[in-house]
Structure formats: structure tokens, C-alpha cells
T-cell receptor, first 115, second 115 residues
Framework: DSGVTQTPKHLITATGQRVTLRCSPR?????VYWYQQSLDQGLQFLIQ???????AKGNILERFSAQQFPDLHSELNLSSLELGDSALYFC??????????????FGPGTRLTVL | AQKVTQAQTEISVVEKEDVTLDCVYE???????LFWYKQPPSGELVFLIR??????QNEISGRYSWNFQKSTSSFNFTITASQVVDSAVYFC????????????FGGGTRLMVKP
């Protein structure tokens, strides 16, 4: 158990809908990351938040957005869903040290199926 | 740009055999970090090891060992005396100092250990 929690574990929805994925980081970790794992694209970085502020952005679609709240939990919002958005979405967390790259610990993932 | 290549998409061995998973990386950063993660059939991503670019010492942890060679840009992972529980997908990942904490993953190697 990494200490990172994600809900829900599974999500089934229809095209055009909007969903919210939730992540709670490990105790003491200030940074949260979102990754998407799909069969065709592999594991891809989406976005990073540090202490409530967006820190880095990867290949995140405009239909997707995220935020990190004062209690450090994070939500990933996916809207206007398409079949191709079906994937496993991971949240990871880390302590962010100055001048170093910290280990990211991953949650169990949310499996999104868009029908 | 950063890139991680895991040329072996699938490896099948019989229990107790030794197996080496290859990882080759590309980065322009002089300071970077390399990681290995394991994804068992249950789906979560489990952290195995983190190594920075200044530390080329090989590491051994039980049946696992890692060989980092900057000269060939490789960070290979060896499992000695494999067991059925080692069956999983293994990912190599890279974080360059100029890319923040963003992880770039390889495509993964699926290891099947048969009894």
C-alpha cells in the first residue's frame, strides 16, 4: 500500500459525459501528479500540482482539468468524454525537495470506461 | 526531449531462471533520475528503485539487481531465480532535472514466469 488513495476504483460512463476522479496524497506529500495509461499511448504524464498550484503540464487535453485543494487532495475532471478516453488514470504523490527529483508513489488507479 | 525505450515487450521464463529487463534512455540533461516500477496483474504501480545520474554503482536488493551504465545510457534490471510472483509488467522511467518531476515512461516489459 503506497498510502495514495484514489476513488472511485472503476467508473463506467457514456460519451459526452463528465466525470471527476479524486486522489488523496500520502501524508506529508505536497505534490500530486496525474498520469493516463492507455493501450495505444502507454503511460503519459498529464499534470502536476504542488501545494495547490499548477507546477507542470504534459499532454493533457483541453477537455481535462485538475485542481489541488487546501487539504492537498486533488481532482481530475474529464468532460465531453470520448471512447478514446477509456484508460487507467493514476495519481501519484511526492515530497518536492529543492534541487532533487523525488520518488513518486502511485495510487491504485481509476479505471474509466467510456461506452 | 526525453525518451525511454524498453525493447523487450514480452519475456517468458520458467521459474528459477534469471532474467534481465533492458532499459535504454535518452536525455540532454546532465542531472537526471532513473526509476523502475512494477505493475502486477492487480494494476497498481509499485516503486522498486530510484537512481540519480551521478551514482553508477550497481545495486542489489534480495533477488533484484540493477546495472546503471551512463556510457551506454542503460539501466538494466535483473531478477535472479525468478518466481511466479514476479510475473508483472515492469516499467523503466526517467525524470530529467530540466523537466521537473515529470516521469517519462518506457513502453514496459511484460514478464511471465511459468512454474
Amino acid at each position: 500500500d503506497s498510502g495514495v488513495t484514489q476513488t472511485p476504483k472503476h467508473l463506467i460512463t457514456a460519451t459526452g459525459q463528465r466525470v471527476t476522479l479524486r486522489c488523496s496524497p500520502r501524508s506529508g506529500d505536497l505534490s500530486v501528479y496525474w498520469y493516463q495509461q492507455s493501450l495505444d499511448q502507454g503511460l503519459q504524464f498529464l499534470i502536476q500540482y504542488y501545494n495547490g498550484e499548477e507546477r507542470a503540464k504534459g499532454n493533457i487535453l483541453e477537455r481535462f482539468s485538475a485542481q489541488q485543494f487546501p487539504d492537498l487532495h486533488s481532482e481530475l475532471n474529464l468532460s465531453s468524454l470520448e471512447l478514446g478516453d477509456s484508460a487507467l488514470y493514476f495519481c501519484a504523490s511526492s515530497v518536492v525537495s529543492q534541487g532533487s527529483t523525488d520518488t513518486q508513489y502511485f495510487g491504485p488507479g481509476t479505471r474509466l470506461t467510456v461506452l | 526531449a526525453q525518451k525511454v525505450t524498453q525493447a523487450q515487450t514480452e519475456i517468458s521464463v520458467v521459474e528459477k531462471e534469471d532474467v534481465t529487463l533492458d532499459c535504454v534512455y535518452e536525455t540532454r540533461d546532465t542531472t537526471y533520475y532513473l526509476f523502475w516500477y512494477k505493475q502486477p496483474p492487480s494494476g497498481e504501480l509499485v516503486f522498486l528503485i530510484r537512481r540519480n545520474s551521478f551514482d553508477e554503482q550497481n545495486e542489489i536488493s534480495g533477488r533484484y539487481s540493477w546495472n546503471f551504465q551512463k556510457s551506454t545510457s542503460s539501466f538494466n534490471f535483473t531478477i535472479t531465480a525468478s518466481q511466479v510472483v514476479d510475473s508483472a509488467v515492469y516499467f523503466c522511467a526517467l525524470a530529467g532535472s530540466n523537466a521537473g518531476n515529470m516521469l517519462t515512461f518506457g513502453g514496459g516489459t511484460r514478464l511471465m514466469v511459468k512454474p
